[in-house]
Every structure is written in C-alpha cells, then in structure tokens.
C-alpha cells in the first residue's frame, strides 16, 4: 500500500478531458481522470460506501459502491472506476440495494458490533449506512469470534469488534502520516488490522500518536480513550490537509 | 554462445546418446519421488557400472511419464519397455532383460495402451524423455532452438503473430488469447517491461505445472525468453509456490546452465536481447496465483488482488506493463515457433487450438499426468486414458477447475472438452486439475470441502468473499449435519449469488461454482440431505434429532 | 369494532423495550382504545393466551425456557415483532456469545462468588451455547429496531400493524 497513486479502473488519459455521461438518467460531466464516485458526489448523488475517502487511495474493496453500468448490466465499483463518454451509470435498483443490504448484513455478522454500548453509536458509518438502506434484521448467523481489544496505547484504543476492516487506518498512517503502523495480517475472515509487527499499540515505535486514524474510523473500532457511550465525534481533516499540501507544492 | 554454436552442441549430444545401445529413463518426479524412485535410479545406475555396461547402457533421472499411479517408473529405450512399480531390488532383472523382452516378473505396461496412445504430448513432449538437470539434453531434444530462430529471424512483431496466428489461449485457466495479450505489452510504450511466469499452482488435485517445471525447466526458461523478445521485456519472474522444492531446485539450476551458456543474460546468443530470470517463491497463498494479487507479492507487498482494469498489460510490476502467463502457456511456445503456428491451429477445436495437460486425480484407475487435444471427451480422458474407475464403482461426476470451476455429472461426459463447452457445463477448464469422483461421493460434501478451501484462502480484503464464505460454509454444514431447513438452502443460493456478482477477484466470484454447479446436476441430494435428513451417498452424519436450531 | 388482542413479552433482555412502550404518555390512552393487552409483564395473566392478533417480543432466545416460549408464542399470534435490539439482534446479551457457556459459569458464580459458590443447577432454566436473535427460531412478521426502540416508533407501528399493514422496510429506524 505504498504507492498513493493506486491504480484505478479504466483507460488512462490525457487529463483535463470532459467526458460527458449519465448518472441516473442526469447529464452530468467530468474530468476523464475522474472516477464515477467522485463525479457523482459532484452532482450530489451520494453513493454508500465504508472503505472510501476522498484523499486516500481506492481499493475497492467493501463493494458497497458497487453501480451498475447500463450497456453491459455489470456492477463496477464507482470508488475505482473512471468515467468513459457515453456511459450511463445506475447508483440505485432494487438489485444494487438487495446486495448492499445483503452486504451490510455479512458486516454485522462478521465480528461482534453492539451499537447500544458503542463509543460510535450515532456517529458510526456502518450503523448509518444500515438506517438508510433499510437493514433490520441480518439474516445469517452471526459469527461471535473472539476478538481482542487492544487499551495499551495512552490515549487511543482499538476494538476489534467493531473492525470491518476498510483500511482506511491502515492508508493514512502510511499515505498521510508516513508512519505505516498499521497494516493487515492474517487471511480472509481472520484478518485483523495490526500495529507494526503485531506488538500492543502502546508498545510501537512507529505510531506517531497522531490520531488519524482514530479520526477516520468508520465505526467505533478506534477511538480515543476516555470517549463514553455515543460520545465519539470526529472532525474532518482530510480534505484540508491534501488542500493544504497541495498548495505547498 | 552463438546460434551456430547451440547447433553442434544439440549435434554433439545426440551423437553422444548415439552411442548408448540401450537407454534407461527413471522418472524423478515428485510423485515418483515420493515412492522411492531415487533408489532405483541408484541401483540401476549401480547395477549397469558392476556390469560394466555403462558405455553401453545410459541410466537417468527424467522428467515426470505421467501414470504416476504405477510410479516408480521405469523406460527401457530402444525396446520401447515401460515398467511399473519398479523397486530397487528389480533393477537386476531389467538389465537382464536389456534388449530382450520385458522381464516376464516384472509390471510391464504395453507401449500402445490407451494411456499413451491417445495423448498428443507438446507441452510434455520432453517430460520424461531428457534429463531436467541437463542443459546439453535440452537443447540435444531441439531446447532453445526457438529462441535462437526469433533472435535471428524474426523480428519481436512477427513472432507476437505466429503465437496470434497459433490461436494459443492462456492455459492458466480463463484462456485469454495469448497473442492479444503479447501484442498489448508489445504495444505499451514504457522504459521497461517484465515477463512473469505464473508457477503458483495451487488447486487441489492440480499438479500439472509442477510436473513441467520438473520434467523440463529449460522448455519454460526459452517460452519466457522468446516472449520478452517478442514484447520488449528485459527481466522476468518465475513466481513459483514454495511448496515445489524440487521445481525451484531444477529452475534455479537450469537458470544458471542457461546464463553460463549465454541464453539467458546479456546480450543473448550475442545479439543485443538481454533477458533475465529470477524465482520468486510464493509463501502459500492460494490468491497469489491471481495475477493482481501475485504482482503485489513479487513487489513485497500483501499478496491481495487490486481491481482491474488497469490490467498487468497496461500497468503491471511497479506500473510498467507486464506479461503474466502460466507455466503450461510458456511451455507451449517453444514447439509453435519451430512447427508453426498452422500445425498448432491444426489441432484441437474451433476456438481452442493445441493440447491440454490435465491431472487426473480421484476415484480413476490411471492418475497422472495426461496432455490430449483439446476436443477429447470426458469419456475419452476417464474411461479410455483413466483406465475408469477403480474396485467396479459407477462413475458420479468429473470436477475440473479446481475450487472456481464445478462437477460434471454422467450425461455430460460426452461432451468435448474445449474452454467453451466446460464453460457452459457450469464448470471452467481452469488449469487443468481434474478429479473424478464415484457413487460414494456426497455432492454436497464435495462442495463443502471446495468452500472450506475457499473460506482459508480467501485474502479478506474484499468484504463477500471475506464474510460471505464462512456463511456458505456454516450454511454447507448444516445441511451435511442434517440440521438445514429450506430457507437455508435459498439463504446459501442467495449468497451464491452476492458472492459471484460483488466480489473483487477471480478466487471471490467464482468461489460459489463449486455449489452451483452441484445444485445444478445434484439439487436432489441437497434435498435429501434437508428434507429426509439423509446422504444418499452414506458419506454424512446426520444428526438423529430433527430438532431445528442455530 | 371488537379491540385487537395484543400481547408482549420480554426474553433476554433488560426492561428497557418495556419502559419505552410506557413512554408512549398519553399515547397509550389512543392505545387502550383499540387493543386489550392479554399478556404482559405490565399485566397479570400467567398463560400465554390462544389467537392474539399482534404479539411484541423484547429480548433474544439465551435459555431453554424463553426458546419454549417463542416456541409457544408463534402459532398463538397472527403477527410476531420483534421488538428492539435484543430480540433483532442479540444484542448487549449476546456479548456472551464467545465465551464458552461453563467457562461464564465458573467465572460469574465461582470465582467471582462471595457466598455458595457454584452455578445454579434448579429453579433457572439452563442457558443455551449463544444468546440468538427470535428469527432464527420463528417467523418475524416485523423488526423494530433501537435500544430502546422510540416511543413514537413503537406506537407508529403497532397502529400500522393493527391497521393491517406492515411497515417493513419503510420506517427508518437505527441499531442502538
């Protein structure tokens, strides 16, 4: 995950050039550099996603943001994919929303997430995104592993209950912040976010205690110390910080 | 070394394999290996030196024969002899019978049995002929004779023809054209370029490129060449499981032959083409043989898959294009450049031309390693190569594919195999893996034991494949536990279809076939299993009670 | 117009499912209009009762004694909703689930014991391997979601469901 500039899905060209397409049924434009998601958060067409934001790379790889494309009836995702002239892109139907729901559900069952005694309750993507898209039930079994909580940092925490495992801590320790102390080990469900070699996150020598991590969680799996039920907030610092490095440059 | 030069080498060796009036080839592959076959390559090699025969008698190690059932092997040539089952203390009794009929105590398997008579060996042509270990062997049985001939002959663009105009397709399963894949790097404009091997084989019951690396390196090492000639590559990989130790022994050594006699290296057979190869061992990971997620491995990083397009043809290692094939596509290369792409496009089907290497594994008298045309049928490849099944059992279903393709049952087993008409069975020719199964097999233990491998080897980084196949498997347990209702048979078809449709990656979307397409030929036993609580097959152990809980 | 015959019911959970449906105020007066409330903690009938139109269930399936229950429930009720989290999801119960059932025994009533140590054997009913959600056991005509779930959320849909729809997915309500 070192390289920022992440592949992306779709030709490469020349920049600055207008690509003219359809989000569900409006006109819109855009950049050609420029992926679906980000044409359409232009245009106010929101699309659900948990492992996007805007300053990281796109990986592709919670599949909330999954669209439709017309002309061949797949399902791209909109984080990862660039806008071709003449496209014509469907955001919502009944069967983009059976699987996001279908997938929100496989989230909730994945690892143990009790919103009524979360940091995040309120203020957590997951549990919004569940709210907006009408999940309320999860179908299948939940899963109950036996995850640990790491308290051993002096001020942040980590809960691995409530990890769905977007990344987004593990791309702006290394992509923002320059440290790389998290990252992933493990295989499939078993995968859990780590600090540096698997040491507590107390123990590490390269957290940076920056906290943009914590900043960025999409759920209450990292948090500050001291946060009480619902008491999480955040604040937004991506978009100013890259604004801001951008000028620099 | 230069071209003229690689001819009096191949010209010396054979003049020297000449002089053997009887030649004895014991393969030393892993599966032979695995039962001894090294002693009787020693007591072979020990027996002819008492005798003092051994300026007319050559004894030595070869690639894999293919009936690995009947391992160890033994080949007498010119007598045209193969034995089976061959211990070290036999070695006696085939020198005796050097010349002679085979020894009459001895296994000895006729030369135009099936098994071999309807093979058509190209990618295996040298397997268990020459000695993997040799370079000199190698090019004595025609080995950098391609390469020498697009180096001097044909420029990069022509040779990106001959492998279009052969109609050769990716054999690593999907079975892209080959061709269209080398003229998109060759016509990627970067500083640099690589050429990957893809030797991370890794579906059960699939051994077929380690069979090629082992029995013929040099076939691989020359197939890369020839394609980073043909596409403007200057370094390769060989991305080879770590599970191979003696494939990555043989490669290494043969890299090194290679280099010292200037086919590989700079400034090869001393024209301006320089190509170098180095093994990258995989750390067992099933995913690394998708090529996203292999390249992150070469580059040191988690090995998971990224999103495609851009694919590795436009931005590959490191972002500079890259052309990945599988081991059995390079091994291919070498014979269409020297017989041409006509006599390739000759053999096979419409749309798929040349021969298939399958392992044949399972309930099925002959396992081994087969390579027929494509267009063979099931039957053909079972019952007349296999050998059928095995104690007068009744054949069930065929699975090829390996965890992303899926069973075919009895009524199809005339159909011949081509990458379309498995495709449309619901299955996929896949890399060649092919596991037979008989009545005692459960169709839905089969699928359970596919979505175990699936569940462990899932990266999880996409969220279906990572959440969606414990699902599927707790669903798959139920059912072979007798504890299933019918809504979880629509809740897993459900998830079959989220998982195929959302997921990342190859491994992801097609991680629910094995399920579909026993549901499709087998929905009566998955009925059985949850309606009557019982396995048809007698393989389950349903749970007495008929007590429905979670 | 004879009054719709509702009942509810609280498994694993705390009472707050309960303490929200109370909090309806003066809604409930509206309430009492239209329903009887057959079975209830909030009322004194001991037998779960036959053809109850709208049955509310509070808390998740963690013992023998409230599967018997659900059990017993459905096929006495037309509509069955399961009423806040716990009963939807598990829950703040089902943070249990991952720990071995005679490991949290010994550990609540042994060790952590100060008088007659050892886990109850009679009188409580013995806890199942993972406290689940009610639709893994029965048919859920209806999910209402909160901990505890709105007042004016519960009153919304008991009013639709008595009216003979069912809200479904057209309410917006959060986990938690």
Redesign the interface.
């Known amino acids: ?3 920022p500039s ?7 060209e020349a920049p600055r050039q207008i690509r003219t397409l359809k989000i569900d049924g409006f006109d819109v434009s855009g950049r050609a550099e420029q992926t679906i998601l980000q044409v359409a958060l232009e245009h106010e067409i929101d699309i659900p996603r948990l492992c996007h934001v805007e300053g990281l790379s796109a ?6 943001c ?1 669209v439709e494309i017309r002309a061949t009836g797949r ?1 791209v ?1 909109a984080c ?2 660039r806008i071709e002239e003449g496209m014509e892109v469907i955001t919502d139907s009944k069967r983009i929303q059976k ?1 996001r729901r ?2 929100l559900e ?5 690892r ?7 940091v995040a ?2 203020n ?1 993507e997951l ?2 995104l ?3 898209l ?1 999940m ?12 640990p909580v790491d308290a051993s940092h002096k001020q942040l925490a980590v809960d691995h209950n409530r990890c ?2 977007c990344t987004r801590c593990v791309r702006v320790c290394d992509e923002v912040e320059g440290a790389h102390t998290w ?2 080990e ?6 859990r976010i780590i600090t540096d070699m698997r040491q507590p996150w107390g123990d590490s020598g390269t957290c940076t205690n920056c906290g943009k991590c914590v900043e960025l969680c999409p759920t209450g799996a990292l948090f500050e110390k001291g946060t009480c039920v ?1 008491e999480l907030e955040r604040r937004e610092f991506l978009p100013y910080l890259t604004a801001m490095r951008r000028t620099e440059q | 070394m230069i071209p003229e030069e690689l001819k009096d080498v191949a010209a010396q060796w054979q003049e020297q394999a000449g002089q053997y009036a009887h030649q004895v080839y014991v393969c030393t592959a892993a599966g032979c290996l695995s039962s001894n076959s090294d002693q009787v390559l020693e007591s072979l090699q020990k027996e002819v030196k008492d005798r003092d025969l051994h300026e007319q008698c050559l004894v030595k190690g070869v690639g894999c024969m293919g009936l690995c059932a009947g391992g160890p092997l033994v080949a007498v040539q010119p007598d045209g002899v193969l034995y089976a089952h061959v211990t070290p203390e036999q070695a006696p009794a085939i020198v005796d019978a050097l010349g002679d009929e085979p020894a009459a105590d001895l296994e000895a398997i006729e030369a135009d049995a099936p098994f071999y008579e309807r093979q058509e060996p190209i990618a295996l042509e040298n397997c268990g002929r020459v000695d993997p270990e040799s370079i000199e062997e190698c090019i004595g049985a025609d080995g950098y004779a391609a390469l020498a001939r697009c180096l001097t002959a044909l420029s990069p663009t022509e040779v990106v023809n001959v492998i279009s105009k052969s109609g050769l397709r990716g054999r690593g399963g999907a079975g892209y054209p080959t061709g269209l894949k080398w003229s998109t790097v060759e016509k990627a404009r970067a500083e640099r370029k690589f050429v990957v091997c893809n030797a991370d084989e890794g579906d059960p019951g699939a051994f077929m490129d380690r069979s090629i690396l082992e029995g013929d390196p040099h076939r691989i090492l020359e197939g890369m060449a020839i394609a980073a000639y043909a596409v403007g590559a200057d370094q390769g990989y060989v991305y080879i499981r770590a599970e191979y130790p003696l494939a990555i022994e043989r490669l290494r050594k043969a890299i090194r032959q290679a280099k010292r006699m200037d086919l590989l290296g700079g400034d090869i057979m001393g024209s301006n083409f320089s190509f170098d190869i180095q093994l990258r061992l995989g750390a067992g990971a099933f995913v690394c043989g998708e090529e996203t997620a292999l390249m992150a491995s070469i580059e040191g990083k988690r090995g998971t898959p990224r999103p495609r397009p851009p694919y590795p043809a436009n931005y590959g290692l490191w972002g500079y294009p890259t052309l990945i094939n599988n081991v059995e596509t390079f091994a291919n290369i070498g014979p269409i450049l020297r017989e041409g792409a006509d006599w390739f496009a000759g053999i096979g089907t419409e749309k798929s031309k040349g021969t298939k290497v399958f392992a044949l594994a399972g309930s099925v008298l002959n396992t081994g390693l087969i390579e027929v045309p494509m267009g063979t049928t099931l039957r053909e490849i079972i019952f007349d190569i296999g050998g059928g099944i095995p104690d007068g059992r009744a054949f069930k279903a065929v699975q090829t594919g390996g965890p992303s393709g899926g069973c075919i049952p009895e009524q199809y087993l005339d159909v011949a195999v081509d990458y379309e008409s498995l495709r449309e069975l619901g299955s996929i020719m896949g890399s060649g893996g092919m596991i037979v199964m008989d009545e005692t097999a459960c169709m839905v233990d089969v699928a359970k034991f596919f979505m175990e491998f699936c569940r462990t080897e899932s990266c999880g980084h996409c969220l279906p494949c990572r959440a969606g196949t414990p699902q599927m498997l707790g669903l798959l347990d139920r059912i072979t536990r007798g504890e299933a209702v019918m809504r979880d048979l629509e809740m897993l078809e459900e998830l079959c279809d989220l998982v195929r449709n959302t997921a990342l990656c190859g491994l992801g979307q097609t991680a629910p076939n094995p399920v579909l397409s026993t549901l499709r030929y087998f929905r009566d036993e998955y009925l059985a299993h949850i309606e009557d609580r019982t396995c048809p097959a007698g393989k389950c152990k349903m749970r007495s009670t008929t007590e429905v809980n979670r | 117009m004879s009054k719709a015959r509702v009942a509810t019911a609280w498994l694993e959970a705390c009472s707050g499912c309960h303490m929200s449906f109370l909090d309806m105020d003066e809604g409930l007066l509206e309430l009492a209009e239209l329903i009887e409330l057959v079975y209830s903690p909030l009322v004194d009938a001991k037998e779960f009762p036959e053809q109850v139109d709208v049955t509310l269930l509070s808390g998740g399936v963690g013992n023998e004694e409230q599967l018997e229950l659900v059990r017993h429930i459905r096929p006495r009720t037309k509509l069955l909703v399961s009423l806040g989290d716990c009963a939807v999801t598990g829950n703040v119960p089902a943070m249990r689930n991952h720990i071995p059932v005679e490991q949290l025994l010994e550990r609540t009533f042994v060790q952590e014991a100060d008088l007659n140590p050892g886990a109850p054997e009679a009188v409580v009913s013995p806890l199942r391997p993972k406290v689940q959600p009610l639709h893994n056991f029965v048919e859920v005509d209806e999910y209402i979601v909160g901990c505890p779930p709105d007042a004016e959320l519960i009153k919304f849909i008991v009013s639709e469901l008595l009216q003979g729809r069912i809200p479904g997915r057209g309410v917006r309500s959060r986990f938690g």
């Open positions: 995950m070192s390289t992440s592949p992306i899905r779709g030709p490469v990986i592709g790889a919670c599949r909330l999954l399902l995702p990862v994919t699987y279908s997938l496989l989230l909730f069952a994945e143990n997430h009790i919103c009524a005694v979360c309750n309120g957590c549990q919004i569940a709210e907006e009408g309320d039930h999860v179908r299948v079994p939940y899963l109950n592993p036996d995850v769905i495992l990252d992933v493990g295989r499939g469900v078993d995968a619902a």
